[in-house]
């Protein structure tokens, strides 16, 4: 009788997972879960941290190793992962597509095959969650920087994704708008993992990795990994 297959784990699995790119090695050795509701991930500029995130939905695919979502493996079954975990980027202008914000909105739901009539009033609740109501009709490179990021966020929600992935969303924001972004991703149910530079954002995590030079060298409880990253960089 031949074993079980193995039970899949919920969330994340990376399994030996290693990336190449130009010649560089920008991971190696990197052998983790993510299963917690709150994840963030810290590091200094070109520690690997965006490109780790990045593997999560088959953005990015391993030069060695395995990458999963609840088993799903991400070389294989791209199209089911991507459609389960949305990305949002650091610059939002990297995923506005179409001219107007409604239409913007509107772009991926598209694909799912719901009826015609369904689409329009996603969109509006999409937007309307966010306050960006009234601007529906809006060309979307007249926006504020936190009107795209919130636009790019609707973006994703409207696809109904388990996960949000986001890397370094308020990089590019003002104080006022690092506040009202934290609060929509704050209020968030789905899983989110977060890669920020803003470590007060992350106080609140369940959990935080800190990736240097590649590897992930520090894992645990967000205050204790925080705690050591400042005394090590200040």
Known sequence: ?????????????????????????????IDVELTE?????????????STLVRLLNGLLLPTTGTVT???????????RVRRA??????????QIVMPLVGEDVAFGVRN???????????????????GLGDLH??????????????LALAGVLIMEPEVVVFDEPTTLLDLRNVRRLG?????????????????????????VL??????VVDDGPADAVITGYRRRWG
């Open 69 to 79: 979502w609840n088993g799903l493996d991400t070389r294989r079954e791209a199209k």
């Open 85 to 94: 975990v949305g990305f949002v980027f650091q610059n939002p202008d990297n």
């Open 37 to 49: 509701h709150r994840i963030g991930v810290i590091g200094l500029n070109g520690s690997g941290k």
């Open 210 to 215: 800190r990736v240097e030079d590649g590897r």
């Open 137 to 150: 009709d809006r060309e979307a490179h007249t926006l504020s920087g936190g009107e795209k990021q919130l």
């Open 1 to 29: 009788m031949s074993d079980p297959a193995p039970r899949a784990h919920p969330g994340f699995g990376l399994r030996a997972v290693s990336v190449r790119r130009e010649q560089r090695t920008v991971l190696t050795g």
């Open 112 to 130: 799912l095959g719901l009826p015609r009539a369904e689409v329009p009033v996603r969109v509006r609740a999409a937007l309307d969650r966010f």
């Open 183 to 207: 609060a929509e991703i704050a209020a968030l149910d789905q899983q989110v993992i977060m890669v920020s530079h803003d470590l007060d954002a992350l106080a609140g995590f369940d959990r």
